[in-house]
């Protein structure tokens, strides 16, 4: 199994688990927990996107560095 393919298996996992969290009855700590899930879910996303594009000849990002939430709020703040 490569590298990519482990990192595709661990963010269909954590989307598992997110989805799991979210179905549990709300409270105060779940909620945090579900916080952290889905930013969780959110770097492996990023992190899943930028190895296809690599996987079809293509740099997603050129500070390949950043994390996901970094990029997408610069993004955010060059449209404003």
Do not use: H, N
């Amino acid at each position: 199994m490569t590298r990519d393919d482990v990192l595709l298996s661990d963010f269909a996992k954590a989307g598992e688990r997110l989805a799991e969290a979210l179905s549990q009855p709300e409270t105060d700590v779940l909620r945090d927990a579900c916080i952290q899930r889905f930013e969780f879910c959110f770097e492996l996303a990023w992190k899943s996107v930028q190895a296809v594009g690599r996987a079809y000849g293509q740099e997603c990002c050129p500070l390949a560095w950043r994390s996901g939430s970094q990029t997408l709020r610069e993004r955010l703040d060059e449209t404003r």
